[in-house]
Structure formats: C-alpha cells, structure tokens
T-cell receptor, first 114, second 115 residues
Framework: AQSVAQPEDQVNVAEGNPLTVKCTYS??????LFWYVQYPNRGLQFLLK??????LVKGSYGFEAEFNKSQTSFHLKKPSALVSDSALYFC????????????FGTGTKLQVIP | GAGVSQSPSNKVTEKGKDVELRCDPI?????LYWYRQRLGQGLEFLIY????????KSGLPSDRFSAERTGESVSTLTIQRTQQEDSAVYLC?????????????FGPGTRLLVL
C-alpha cells in the first residue's frame, strides 16, 4: 500500500524567508509525486510534480521540490515566502505503474507572517 | 476548455435524508476520483473510476455511500440516510490517460451540511 506523511500540521515563516514543507512517502514501485495547494475557500490546484529525470522540480509561483529517493522525501521549498503563499499544501503519491490511484497526505497549513 | 464541474455547490439536508452529488469531469478524462474533506482536515479518498474497469471502492466509509459513473462521463455520489458526520466538502477530480495522466484536475467541490 502507498502512503504519504506530512509531519507538520502547520508551518509558520516570516515573509521573505525561505520556506520548507516536508513530505515523505512510501510506494511499492517507483513514485510519481505531486504537490497541490488549496487557497482559502477555493479548490485544489496543481503546483508541481516529479515523474522522472532531474530530482529538482520547479513549479508554479516560484515553488520547487526535491525528490530524494534514499530518504523517500519530496519536500516543497521556496527561497522567499510571500504572504500570498499562505494556504493549505498537500503532498501526493502514486505508483508509476498502470494503476492511477493517488494517495494524499493530510495537508500542511502554511502561514506566512508579514 | 471547461474544467471539472460539480453540482450542487452547496447542499443542506436533514439527518436521514438521501443526497446525490454530481461530477462532470473534463471531456476525455478516463479517470475520476471522489474525495471527502472535513473541515480543517485533509483529503479522504472515497472511490476511483478508471475507464471500464471495476471501480476501486476501498475508501467508501460505509454502505450508505455509493457512486456510479456512466462510461467516461458524469459521476454521481449518493449518500443514503445522511448523518451529521457526513458534513464535509466532497471533491471530484479527473485525469486523462497517457501524457498528463499523472495530474488530477479538481472541481470546486460540493459543501454538504447535514442538520
């Protein structure tokens, strides 16, 4: 069975500082990994994904994530946080085989403090 | 093009009533997912449809919950004899086959309140 862990319910960071939102995963085969963002009162939006290739993936709004196979992690990062980045962030994983079921983490609330 | 749409956007019902939630996926998307999101919590997988294959119903919390999908189009999620703990936002997502199959496209959700 596949699973995702987001160990932090909430992350607080000052505006302008770098941010990291942690994610670790477990999957039987090779993973496809995703980050989604949910702004208040809005639906989930795709942010970025790792499928294959370069371990550092760049996505929307200046976010990036690094795939680390040995640590089974896919932490989300941004060099300089904006107040508008405050939202709920979900990490997700699926096996890269034919079965497309995706498993989501419980979410991490990011609060960027002005 | 049009995204995933869900209806109704909000539904208030009385305990014990049945409700039906609808999802229109993006045209051509073969995979369709239902999730539940309780207030302040993460996504809870409910059911997954992939083309004509048997759906994965492993996430349905009880036999009061059921879902149908006609071919590769509309899906309905039915909750019978609703309970207060069913109150949540029900999210639908779809994804294509082949290139881009990895990414899910979410609808705006149906906010269900059971009184």
């Amino acid at each position: 069975a596949q699973s995702v862990a987001q160990p932090e319910d909430q992350v607080n960071v000052a505006e302008g500082n770098p941010l990291t939102v942690k994610c670790t995963y477990s999957v039987s085969g090779n993973p496809y990994l995703f980050w989604y963002v949910q702004y208040p009162n809005r639906g989930l939006q795709f942010l970025l994904k790792y499928i294959t290739g370069d371990n550092l993936v760049k996505g929307s709004y200046g976010f990036e994530a690094e795939f680390n196979k040995s640590q089974t992690s896919f932490h989300l990062k941004k060099p300089s946080a904006l107040v508008s980045d405050s939202a709920l962030y979900f990490c997700a994983v699926r096996d890269n085989g034919g079965y497309q079921k995706v498993t989501f983490g419980t979410g991490t609330k990011l609060q960027v403090i002005p | 093009g049009a995204g995933v749409s869900q209806s109704p956007s909000n539904k208030v019902t009385e305990k014990g009533k049945d409700v039906e939630l609808r999802c229109d996926p993006i045209s051509g998307h073969t995979a369709l997912y239902w999730y539940r999101q309780r207030l302040g919590q993460g996504l809870e997988f409910l059911i997954y449809f992939q083309g004509n294959s048997a759906p994965d119903k492993s996430g349905l919390p009880s036999d009061r919950f059921s879902a149908e999908r006609t071919g590769e189009s509309v899906s309905t999620l039915t909750i019978q004899r609703t309970q207060q703990e069913d109150s949540a936002v029900y999210l639908c997502a779809s994804s294509p086959m082949g290139l881009g199959a990895e990414t899910q496209y979410f609808g705006p959700g149906t906010r269900l309140l059971v009184l």
